[in-house]
């Protein structure tokens, strides 16, 4: 028989028929890791996103039917467990395990829904924990891990961790303990084993989209563990996902309580998320420090010096005439002529327009800037000048989309603030930028982005957000150069006209 060319995992674990949490997930998981999905049904579960109305279990003679169908067949190189329901499935499960070990059993201990409804009877607590003498892998959440060692819930997460070694060290498994139920603004986990523990730090994504998220967890470990060396590793890249999955559960919009996370969010083809909502999100951090910034506090309420206005332009001037270069570069690469033609545009309407802009205000204050581009300036030129040379035509699209973004978001708010700009001193700078026409050469930019997006594979779209994000931290140290003082241009008097 020839090697498989995916990995074959089996999920055995109960339903839910809005398709977030349960084996519906686990497959939805297995398969945005590259493996084979299997499922063994144990129990049926009326759920939705608000809570569990009803379930079902059927008679584990049926069960067992269920299980030496796929083993008796199939090669099982992975199994998740999940929802057990009843003592009866819990042991039924075990019986299975003993005549059929899989390679890797990952147990994930349910006991109560995200919505607080039970999943487990209470006089099955002891046969979930006999079952963890079973498994590789146990990935309780912080109830479960109390009930797991008869002990309360740790109240905190050193607490926790503490009790993860007992477990880990008592039943010698590996432990994947979850930090989903702490408060505060990370989401920790924790690989603990019996000599080890290794902390796994996430952010706490502000959502609603949690349902299903330790039945996702553990699949995609499941899933992955086959195919690399060690529990951290596969654990690590699980939760790196499951992070951008549950940041893409709400745009499904499923369901008005506890929403799904988006499993496909980061496969390319699937019309998933568009690249630019997901760069856009991406940068969120970037993108509050840049409103931040004295500099820019200073342009959208007009209290900005207006030597360090000009100063700001002239070096704005510098970097236009090479970005304008960068854009007929993206030309140039384009293959769609919708594509070329609205570079080549922006290419000339960077030197045109903006310039314009800029002579005309550095000529109306009297005098002329002069000087060396700065060290900001260089660095973003010298960056999208790198893309252009080596990139592909989506790199390229990556990297100069923040210089259409940045400013029509800053530009439309500042517009928006001021209303009547008549008395704003950077009336023509906002009025540039605020411009709805700007805004739609945004959103077209935007959805070349995304169209080059779809057809490039996970490294491509991963070198454009790269780009991107690199772009628009030189955005926001190009603002900020002028407080910093780096590289400034000396004001050249030129003629009698100077103020
Ligand atoms: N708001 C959030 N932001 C980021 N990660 C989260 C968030 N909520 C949960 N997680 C992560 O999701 C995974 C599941 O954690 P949790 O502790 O909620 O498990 P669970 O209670 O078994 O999940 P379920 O909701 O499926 O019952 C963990 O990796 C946890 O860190
Ligand atoms: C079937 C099933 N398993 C696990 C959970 C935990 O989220 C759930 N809600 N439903």
Redesign the pocket.
């Known amino acids: 028989m020839s090697a498989a060319s995916r990995v074959r995992v089996l999920s055995v674990a109960g339903t839910d028929p809005t398709g977030g949490?349960g084996v519906h997930a686990d497959l939805k998981s297995f398969a945005a890791h590259g493996a084979y999905g299997m499922a063994v049904v144990t129990a049926l579960v009326a759920q939705n996103t608000h809570g569990v109305r009803a379930v079902h279990v059927p008679d584990v003679t049926f069960l067992r039917a269920q299980l030496d169908a796929v083993s008796d067949d199939v090669t099982v190189d992975a199994v998740k467990i999940g929802m057990l329901g009843t003592r009866a499935v819990a042991d039924e499960v075990a019986s299975w395990l003993t005549r059929t070990r899989p390679p890797v059993v990952v147990l994930d201990p349910v006991m109560v829904?995200?919505s607080g409804d039970r999943l487990l009877d209470a006089d099955a607590e002891h046969a979930v924990r006999a079952l963890v003498a079973h498994a590789d892998l146990v990935t309780p959440?912080l109830p479960e891990l109390g009930v797991l060692l008869g002990e309360p819930t740790a109240t905190t997460w050193t607490d926790a961790v503490r009790q993860a070694r007992r477990l880990a060290r008592d039943a010698g498994v590996t432990v994947l303990l979850?930090?989903?139920?702490l408060d505060g603004d990370a989401?920790p986990?924790a690989v603990v084993d019996a000599t080890t523990v290794t902390e796994l730090d996430?952010p706490?994504?502000a959502?609603t989209s949690?349902?299903?998220?330790?039945?996702s967890?553990s699949a995609a470990v499941a899933a992955l563990r086959p195919r690399r060396p060690d529990w951290v590793t596969a654990v690590r890249e699980a939760?790196e996902w499951?992070?951008g999955a549950?940041a893409a559960g709400e745009a499904l919009a499923v369901g008005s309580g506890r929403g799904p996370v988006d499993h496909l969010h980061h496969a390319p083809g699937l019309g998933a998320r568009p690249f630019s909502a997901e760069a856009w999100d991406h940068v969120a951090d970037l993108r509050a420090a840049c409103d931040d910034l004295p500099f820019v506090r200073g342009l959208a309420d007009g209290t900005l010096r207006v030597e360090e206005f000009e100063q700001y332009l002239y070096q704005d001037a510098l970097y236009l005439a090479q970005y304008s270069r960068v854009l007929a570069r993206a030309s140039q690469l384009a293959t769609e002529p919708a594509a070329q033609a609205f570079f080549a545009r922006g290419a000339s309407r960077c030197l045109e327009v903006e310039t314009r802009l800029h002579e005309d205000r550095l000529a109306r204050a009297g005098h002329r800037w002069s000087g060396p581009a700065s060290t900001a300036t260089t660095a973003y030129v010298d960056h999208l000048l790198a893309v252009a040379a080596t990139g592909s035509y989506a790199e390229v699209v990556a990297a100069v989309l923040p210089c259409y973004w940045l400013y029509a978001d800053i530009g439309a708010r500042v517009l928006a603030r001021a209303g009547d700009l008549s008395t704003h001193p950077y009336r023509d700078w906002v009025g540039t930028y605020g411009d709805p026409e700007f805004a739609a050469a945004t959103a077209d930019a935007c959805a070349f982005a995304d169209a080059a997006a779809r057809d490039v594979g996970a490294g491509t779209r991963a070198r454009m957000l790269a780009a991107f994000t690199t772009s628009c931290a030189h955005e926001v140290a190009f603002f900020d150069q002028v407080r910093a003082g780096a590289g400034r241009g000396a004001p050249v008097a030129v003629g009698a006209a100077s103020a």
């Open positions: 949490a829904a995200t959440n979850k930090g989903g139920h989401s986990d996430a706490r994504v959502t949690t349902h299903g998220t330790g039945c967890l939760k499951l992070t549950i």
